[in-house]
Every structure is written in C-alpha cells, then in structure tokens.
C-alpha cells in the first residue's frame, strides 16, 4: 500500500476535520434526516433527499480522511532538513525570486492533501514543486506552468 507523505501540520489538520465531520457535522445531518422524515412521504420529501445526500457526501470524506490517516507517512520536517544538505526536499520552505518579474514568494512543499496555492502550500506532486525538489539556494530553474514559462531563482532554503 502506498504512503501518503505528510507533514506534522496537515496530519494534524485532517484529525481535526475528522473530529468535525465525526462530532459535528454527522449527528447534525442524522437530526436533519429525522426531521423530514417526522414531514411524511419520502418520495417526494427534498429536504429528505438532500439530507441523505449530504450524509453520503460526509461518510465519503470520513472514509477518505481515516484511509488517509492510515496511510500517512508523517515526515518531521527539521529531521529531513537537517540530512538535506540545503536541497530543497518533502517540508521544506522556499523563497523565490521570479527572474522575470521580480516577483518573491514563498512557498512550503507539502502533501496532496495540504496543499493550498493561497496560503503558499505546494503539493509535491506539482509541476513547480517537481522542478525544485533536489535543488539548492541559488540554482535558477526554468518551470513549465499553465500561464507559460517562468524562471524561479532559490533564494532561500528553510526546513521549519
């Protein structure tokens, strides 16, 4: 079975998701089902066959979450940067300088699952993260993406 690279954060954020869907959001919808059941004939009942669906939506992720979890490969982030040698790897956080624009940015390489473009999280499965994995501070590399061609220098390398 294959592993699903972590870190410690995003282990920690899918628990508290499934504590939510678990604790919350499943005796919430169990309530809803109930109340529209008490409104009579299900064939014709929205409120009812919304209910349920949105408990198969629930269930689903329950079930995507635990799998994940059973899976994880949680990696200690300063552990890896400490054998890393300055290569950018799995948890690391980058500074990036875009060549062209000027632009700087950081971002940290993560997991599928944590990934979030907004708050500078990188699935290591992206084309950049792809490009930069292996790297050092200071190489320039030249990155395919949807929006073209850019060229990213590695400004900094840290494993926090």
Known sequence: MD???LTQNGADALRDELKRLKKTERPRIVAAIEEARAHG??????????????????????????SKLATAQIIDVARVGAQANGRVVFGATLDLADEDSGEEFTYQIVGEDEADIKKGLLSFASPIARALIGKTEGDVVDIDVPG????????EVRYI
Request: net charge negative.
């Open 3 to 5: 592993k699903t690279p």
């Open 41 to 66: 004939d299900l064939k014709e009942n929205a409120e009812y066959h919304a209910a349920k669906e949105e408990q198969g939506f629930n269930e689903g992720r329950i079930n995507d979450i635990e």
């Open 148 to 155: 073209g061609r850019r060229t990213l220098e590695i400004v």
